[in-house]
């Protein structure tokens, strides 16, 4: 081979070998949406950014709505800039642009992490309510789609009549993993017992390509359904991927290596990525 060729071939080799190294390292861009929420979204927002920015595989920016009543006009994220869309939102509804560029967004393979009071979301937003799987409250009924739960370990789609979205008093309670073979849910233990929490009951929605990962049971003594209420779900719609956990109703009461962070952050990596490379830290509780 000729000096100059040769010399060009390596040099090709070594910015190709570079530019993979570099696209391996360089971390997956998330935003999390929020701004208009029931809950305390100044506080929760920040968590989730902490917990997926101190992770190593994303770089996590928010994107604040205006205040409720506001003008939404202005609300336009970007959504296809980034690989993974945290929804930390429950309130007033965005323009219809935005409406129109998330589901491109999602359509085209976009990864989304819905986190819990965003499925009390958008009741009348048809696609929304696909790509959340099941919701709750704002009047959600049978015409919304049945309640999903599980039932001597198998899952039911029970479409009786009745309100949807409840839950009884925080507390802590065991979570049961129903699909050990999936990436978000092969590696954690088969049950565990998960730090004070809000735990809903009664979701139903159109549940269409939707996964029960996990349950949890929804005691009566605590105000519950005495069902087996799913916890963590996925959910594909067009080519995107989403996780949907329904835990973390206060970010203070949660910890980093702890369980409503470590299955947040395995599930937004498989949204992103279709993987999930994180190991189980040592402390994760266990039953
Ligand atoms: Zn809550």
Redesign the pocket.
Known sequence: MKRPIKNFLTCLTLLLSASVFSCAKAPIKALIVTGQNN?NWEVNSVALQKYLNESGIFTAELAISPQKGEDMSSFRPDFSAYKLIVLDYNGDAWCDDANRAFLEYVKNGGGVVVY??ADNAFRNWKEYNEIIGLGGWENRDETDGPYVYFKDGKAVRDTSSGLGGSHGKQHEYAIVVRDKKHPITKDLPESWMHSKD?LYDRLRGPAKNLTVLATAYSAEETGGTGRDEPVLMTITWGKGRIFHTVLG?DTRWTVEGGSFAVTFLRGAEWAATGKVTRKIPDGFPRK
């Open positions: 809950h819990h009071a809000e109703h």
